[in-house]
C-alpha cells in the first residue's frame, strides 16, 4: 500500500478536481482512497509514505498512437537521405529503419522508448510497431519488455503489402497471434489491436485477410489519409475515399483507432462518427513530417472521440499538448481556438480510448481506478488552483518534470531513478543494438 502525498493533487475527476493539500492512497492495482493528506495518514497510518516534495500528483499520461520501432532514430543520420516529401521520409527512413529491425532490434528499441515513457509521466501506451526483418514474435518481444518494466501497454502490427506477400501475411500472422494470446491471458496490463500501415500499402485483398484472422477479437490500429498518397490511391484504384474503403472492407467500428485522419472529408467524418470510430491525432509529427494539419476542431464538433498520440515524435505528452495547441491556432488563424480541444483530447478521450481495451478506469484519481499515479516537480510562481489547472499544463509544465511514476500500483520510478531497473546496463544493451542498426544502415561502424 502507497500514501503519495505531500502535494497538489490534480484529479481530472470533475466530483473532486483539485486537493491543494491532498493525497492518494493506492493498494495493489487500485487507486482505495484520494482525499486530503491528514485525514487518509490518520486511516492508513501503515502504507509506505511517498513524498511528493511539495509537487504535483496527477494521474498518468496516455499515448494513444506511437512507434516503439524508431526508438533506435534519435540522432541517426542516413547518408544520401534528403526526403522532399512525406513517401520520401517513409521509403528513405522508417521503412529502411524497420527492415534492418531483429528482434534483438526491437528488445532495444522498445526498453529505449518505455524508459521514457516512465520517465516522461506515460504510464499507458498504444504501439503500431514495424520489423519487417523480423516479423514473427515480435510483438511478444515487446510484451516482455513492457511487463519487465512495468508499463501499460496496448500493441499491434503494421501490416503492410510494401515488402511482398510473404512479410504481408507474416504480419497478419503476428497479429492474429498475439491478439489471441491476449484474448486468452486477459493479462490487466498487455492488451492487443490489430494493425495495419497506411492504406496505400493495402490491397482490399488483405483487407479482407484482416478481417478474417482478426475475427473480431479486437479492434484495428490504421493510418488513414496521413498524407495525399491514401487519398489519391483510394481515389485513382477504389473509386472512392479513404474512410470509404475502410467501411467497405470492415475496418471501422467502436473499436477501431485511425491515426492521423488529415485529409479526410466533412462527409468522411460523418461515416467516422456513425460508426463510433476513433481518431488519433499526432501534432508534432504531422508538422515535422510537413503532411498537414489535421481537422480536429471540425471531427470534436462533429461529435468524434479524438485522442492524442506522438507517432514517437517525442514521449512527452505535455510537449504535444502545447504544439496542437499552436498548429491548430495558427492553421485557423484565431488566437482563441482549441484549448477546450487539447485538455479534452489528452484528459477525456484517451482515457476513453484506454478503457474500452483496459476495461478499468484510466488517466483520473478516484477510488476504484487504476493505480498509475505520477508526480510532477512543479513549483508554480504563479497563483495555481482548480481555475487554472490547465494553463499551467499548457504553458508551464513538461514530462521532464516528471520525478515519480506508480504504474499499476508500483512505485517504477522515484525521485528520477529507477527502483527495480539497472538503468545503466539496460542503456548499455540499447546503444550495442543501436550501433548494429546504424552501422547497417549507413555500411560503416559506429
Not at 167 to 196: C, H, S, T, V, Y
Not at 404 to 417: A, F, P, S
Amino acid at each position: 500500500m502507497l500514501l503519495i502525498g505531500n502535494g497538489r493533487v490534480i484529479t481530472r475527476n470533475p466530483d473532486q478536481p483539485y486537493l491543494p493539500k491532498g493525497a492518494v492512497v493506492t493498494d495493489g492495482p487500485k487507486i482505495l482512497a484520494v482525499g486530503e493528506e491528514a485525514a487518509l495518514k490518520k486511516a492508513y497510518p501503515d502504507a509506505q509514505f511517498v513524498d511528493a516534495s511539495g509537487g504535483v500528483i496527477m494521474p498518468g499520461l496516455i499515448n494513444a498512437h506511437t512507434h516503439i520501432y524508431s526508438g533506435l532514430a534519435r540522432g541517426l543520420s542516413i547518408e544520401g537521405h534528403n526526403p522532399t516529401n512525406f513517401l520520401e521520409i517513409l521509403e528513405g527512413m522508417w521503412w529502411n529503419i524497420d527492415r534492418h529491425l531483429t528482434l534483438s532490434g526491437t528488445r532495444a528499441s522498445a526498453w529505449a522508448t518505455i524508459l521514457d515513457c516512465i520517465r516522461n509521466g506515460v504510464t499507458t501506451i498504444f504501439d503500431h510497431h514495424a520489423s519487417f526483418c523480423e516479423i514473427p514474435g515480435s510483438l511478444f518481444a515487446i510484451r516482455d519488455v513492457a511487463k519487465e518494466a512495468g508499463i501499460r501497454a496496448c500493441l499491434c502490427y503494421e501490416v503492410s503489402e510494401r515488402d511482398g506477400e510473404e512479410k504481408n501475411r507474416q504480419g497478419i500472422r503476428e497479429n492474429a497471434d498475439f491478439a489471441k494470446w491476449a484474448l486468452e491471458a486477459d493479462d490487466p496490463m498487455i492488451k492487443a489491436m490489430f494493425g495495419g500501415h497506411a492504406l496505400f500499402t493495402l490491397s482490399d485483398k488483405t483487407f479482407e485477410e484482416m478481417v478474417k484472422a482478426n475475427d473480431g477479437m479486437t479492434g484495428f490500429h490504421i493510418h488513414v489519409a496521413e498524407g495525399m498518397n491514401d487519398v489519391y490511391d483510394s481515389l485513382r484504384n477504389y473509386g472512392c475515399r479513404p474512410v470509404n474503403r475502410l467501411l467497405y472492407n470492415g475496418i471501422l467500428g467502436e473499436r477501431t483507432l485511425l491515426g492521423h485522419c488529415i485529409h479526410v472529408s466533412p462527409a468522411e467524418m460523418d461515416v467516422i462518427r456513425e460508426t463510433g470510430t476513433m481518431v488519433v491525432n499526432n501534432p508534432e509529427s504531422n508538422m515535422g513530417n510537413a503532411v498537414g494539419c489535421a481537422p480536429v476542431l471540425q471531427m470534436m464538433q462533429k461529435g468524434i472521440t479524438v485522442g492524442m498520440g506522438t507517432d514517437a515524435y517525442t514521449h512527452d505528452m505535455l510537449e504535444s499538448m502545447k504544439v496542437f495547441l499552436i498548429i491548430q491556432r495558427h492553421n485557423a488563424a484565431l488566437p482563441n481556438v482549441a484549448w477546450g480541444e487539447d485538455v479534452t483530447m489528452q484528459f477525456t478521450n484517451n482515457r476513453l480510448i484506454a478503457e474500452k481495451y483496459f476495461g478499468v478506469p484510466l488517466g483520473i484519481l478516484k477510488e476504484g481506478a487504476a493505480a498509475d499515479v505520477i508526480v510532477m516537480d512543479y513549483k508554480p510562481f504563479t497563483p495555481f488552483s482548480d481555475a487554472n489547472i490547465d494553463g499551467h499544463m499548457l504553458f508551464g509544465m513538461n514530462g521532464r518534470n516528471c520525478r515519480t511514476t506508480v504504474i499499476n500500483g508500483r512505485l517504477l520510478y522515484h525521485d528520477r531513478k529507477f527502483v527495480d531497473l539497472d538503468e545503466e546496463s539496460i542503456n548499455a544493451r540499447i546503444l550495442e543494438q543501436s550501433k548494429k542498426l546504424w552501422g547497417e544502415l549507413n555500411h560503416k561502424e559506429y
